[in-house]
Nanobody
Framework: VQLQASGGGLVQAGGSLRLSCAAS????????MGWFRQAPGKEREFVAA????????GYAPSVKGRFTISRDNAKNTVYLQMNSLKPEDTAVYYC?????????????????????WGQGTQVTVSS
């Protein structure tokens, strides 16, 4: 499975971006998907996750109410709509796929839950 993240860029605080992650080579429609991010000098952290059919979603407290994860299984793509961006949202954003398909509060934020990772896309929010 290959994951290709895109949509990053430079935006002013308060602005919006939509990230996309296109999957190929696997059965995307059966995977749970997640977004993680890594800021300079910090460990990678969980951002959001969505179950195989979009029926369940989960968010990190720092982005809840501002970010929305969604998916289009017909297009093998997962999205992360980011609104009200803050400078602290600056990071490289990674998408990841979990073959299990179901997300739980206990496991969705764990990196070892995910089997495949994309290469990352840079998001920079200026103040």
């Amino acid at each position: 499975v290959q994951l290709q993240a895109s949509g990053g860029g430079l935006v002013q605080a308060g602005g919006s971006l939509r990230l996309s992650c296109a999957a190929s080579g696997g059965t995307f429609g059966s995977y749970a998907m997640g977004w993680f991010r890594q800021a300079p000098g910090k460990e990678r952290e969980f951002v959001a996750a969505i179950s195989w059919n979009g029926g369940s979603t989960g968010y990190a407290p720092s982005v809840k109410g501002r970010f929305t994860i969604s998916r289009d299984n017909a297009k093998n793509t997962v999205y992360l709509q980011m609104n009200s961006l803050k400078p602290e949202d600056t990071a490289v954003y990674y998408c990841a796929a979990d073959r299990y398909g179901i997300i739980t509060i206990a496991t969705m934020s764990r990196e070892d839950e995910y089997d495949y990772w994309g290469q990352g896309t840079q998001v920079t929010v200026s103040s």
